[in-house]
T-cell receptor, first 113, second 111 residues
């Protein structure tokens, strides 16, 4: 069965370190998204991609970057982790046909000390 | 940016009761979706709506795409313990493939 996976599921890091969160989908979806979820803020869009080599900034992109070298993967990098980036991160993907129907991964809980 | 107002923020009900929640926007959306999130997991798509006025059911869940295209409603009939969780509405703006999410409605059920 097709799926979307994230790794690691839990990560503790220190302020200033570079961190990369992995997202892999086997749906063959063109569109991939990264969100962060914080209490009181719901899901906020960090970056998104509509296809290979395409990346776009979301509403809370500062301090984050993504690259899309193939259809299946969209890694999220925190260039220099800050305590404000402690959050739960979700990756999602959607196809061309049912635009808007995003399928979410299980999430990565990141703690920045 | 675009925002969705989802209400209520939380609900405490008895098992067997019906539940209603809604989402409103100041902008027009082409698609409305409803997701459910269980603790420690990612949101799961419940219902997707694509046309103004559309009414769609998924088991005990019924959702509607408002005529003005600026709102949507989700109803759950005869609630059961496994309905507990956080429900999110999401809207897709015209011409976009990204979604805007509501703040969520936390549903708690007393047995």
């Amino acid at each position: 069965d097709a799926e979307i996976t994230q790794s690691p599921r839990h990560k503790i890091t220190e302020t200033g370190r570079q961190v990369t969160l992995a997202c892999h989908q086997t749906w063959n979806h063109n569109n991939m998204f990264w969100y962060r979820q914080d209490l009181g803020h719901g899901l906020r869009l960090i970056h998104y991609s509509y296809g290979v080599q395409d990346t776009n900034k979301g509403e809370v992109s500062d301090g984050y970057s993504v690259s899309r070298s193939n259809t299946e993967d969209l890694p999220l990098t925190l260039e220099s982790a800050a305590s404000s980036q402690t959050s739960v991160y979700f990756c999602a993907s959607s196809g061309r046909d049912r635009v808007g129907e995003q399928f979410f991964g299980p999430g990565t809980r990141l703690t920045v000390l | 940016g675009q925002q969705l107002n989802q209400s209520p923020q939380s609900m405490f009900i008895q098992e067997g009761e019906d539940v209603s929640m809604n989402c409103t926007s100041s902008s027009i959306f082409n698609t409305w979706l409803w997701y459910k999130q269980d603790p420690g997991e990612g949101p799961v798509l419940l219902i997707a709506l694509y046309k103004a006025g559309e009414l769609t059911s998924n088991g005990r869940l019924t959702a509607q795409f408002g005529i003005t295209r600026k709102d949507s409603f989700l109803n759950i009939s005869a609630s059961i313990p496994s309905d507990v969780g956080i429900y999110f509405c999401a809207g897709r703006p015209q011409g976009a493939q990204k979604l805007v999410f509501g703040q969520g409605t936390r549903l708690t059920i007393n047995p």
